[in-house]
């Protein structure tokens, strides 16, 4: 009766440690013993076998491990059976390498459109335990996770969609191959990034309303500079739409004399946008104003003047009282 290693409880061996993770051409080592009596204790495998023994403990050692399938298993004759317990192997290769796409696309992104961007991985095992990261910049934004059992090296490819708008002009997209092992396997897990692709997006010009106001007030004789700025991808032509002139400028004078409605016109080869402005003109009063303030500062001037002079007058006046003519003793007594 031989029992098998789903039966490894019942099997009277132990294995130090009980599975490996083993680098593709690396080198692994093994220990399987026992703590009862028996009649031979061994390894079978297609690569480093060992000869049965009576020692309590046996040793598979394999200095370059480079058969993918390998399933050693440690076996002892023991109470009239032979029981196995096998060791599970876990061979890894890194990817050689990792890159990143655009599918069937060249050149600028269109804002709004959907793109598709496409990660190789190539020669790469276990792909059971292999996860295709996606990043923008340093945010995660997708995984891949692939559930194949094969053991050998395979080439696999991860997809993502994209959907850019403005904010992702400039944005840099990567992705990463990692290999999660297990805790038997390398910590931190093994990581293969691709090189970053930088995507440019292009997009319809935005007409800045903050320094264009949708009503824009004229007084009679002063002029007004209007400026129309846009954001946009290439970068926007500014024109200005007065009655059936095209003026390429992105400031505009406006008099009296200017249209009511006047348009902003921002144009590149992703679209157009369009913002209307209405000219309100307004009477100046600001020289009548001023007029009627002259005017009667002048009345109040000429009202003070004219109570200074009379007061002066009166003050005047009161200094000339008649008096009579000062006489001495000796001229008086003389003429008589």
């Given amino acids: ?13 132990q294995l130090n440690p009980q599975s490996v993770v083993v680098k593709y051409g690396g080198s692994v080592s093994v220990n399987c013993s026992t703590y009862v009596p028996h ?22 050692r394999v200095s370059e491990l480079r058969e993918w399938g390998i399933e050693p298993m440690c076996f002892i004759n023991y109470n009239k059976e032979q029981c196995t317990v096998n060791l599970p192997v876990t061979i890894y290769k890194t990817p050689d390498s990792v890159s990143i796409s655009t599918v069937n696309h060249n050149g600028p ?3 709004g459109n959907q793109y598709e961007l496409q990660c190789d991985v190539l020669n790469v095992a276990p792909v059971q335990n292999l996860t295709v990261n996606w990043y923008k910049g340093k945010t995660l934004v997708d995984q ?3 559930t194949d059992t094969i053991k050998t090296p395979v080439n696999k490819t991860s997809k993502l969609l994209i959907r850019p708008d403005r904010a992702d002009d400039g944005a840099q997209y990567w992705c990463e191959a990692k290999l999660e092992l297990g805790e038997e396997g390398p910590q931190p897990p093994l990581t293969a990034p691709s090189d970053a692709l930088s995507i440019t997006v292009y997009f319809k010009p935005i007409i800045n309303e903050t320094k264009l106001p949708s009503i824009v007030p004229v007084f009679r004789g002063y002029p007004v500079v209007i400026v129309c700025e846009a954001e946009g991808k290439p970068e926007p032509t500014i024109s200005w739409s ?12 406006i008099t009296e004399s200017t249209p009511e409605d006047l348009f902003c016109i921002a144009n590149n080869s992703v679209g157009i946008t369009t913002r209307r402005v209405k000219v309100s003109i307004q009477e100046n009063y600001v020289p009548i104003i001023v007029g ?7 009345v109040i001037a000429v009202i003070f003047v004219y109570i200074y002079c009379i007061n002066y007058k009166k003050n005047r006046m009161g200094h000339y009282n008649l008096r009579k003519p000062r006489t001495h003793n000796g001229l008086l007594a003389q003429s008589l």
């Fill in 1 to 13: 009766m031989c029992l098998t290693g789903t039966h490894a409880d019942e099997c009277p061996v």
């Fill in 39 to 60: 009649k031979g204790m061994g390894w079978e495998s297609s690569e480093g076998g060992v000869p049965m023994t009576r020692d309590s403990l046996t040793t598979w």
């Fill in 109 to 111: 992104m269109m804002e």
């Fill in 144 to 146: 891949t996770i692939f």
């Fill in 242 to 253: 007065v009655n059936t002139n095209n003026i390429v400028s992105e400031t505009l004078t």
């Fill in 292 to 298: 009627i303030i002259v005017a009667v500062v002048l």
